[in-house]
């Protein structure tokens, strides 16, 4: 599993019944390339004089938010 893969947040239960079994169970969430690329697409958004070449087509501001998760990711790995 690569970095980008990772869970951003995951969070592990532990626990026992009555009868003294254990659980554990792992909730990975979403990855962190989701996270970072889902963080890009607030600033996106909220951003009224971001501009890029497909401004006003959603579907591009989003490749955007994808693609600048990318760069952050191959950064982080250097």
């Given amino acids: 599993m690569n970095n980008a893969d990772m869970p951003a947040t995951p969070i592990q239960f532990e626990w026992e019944t009555n009868s003294g079994d254990k659980h554990i169970e792992l909730w990975r969430g979403l990855t962190k390339r989701e996270t970072f690329a889902m963080h890009a697409m607030q600033g996106i958004l909220s951003n009224q004089t971001y501009e890029p070449p497909r401004r006003g087509k959603i579907r591009g501001m989003a490749i955007d ?7 952050l990711l191959a950064a ?3």
Avoid at 65 to 71: L, Q, S, T
């Fill in 65 to 71: 938010a994808v693609n600048a998760a990318d760069v």
């Fill in 76 to 78: 982080l790995d250097e």
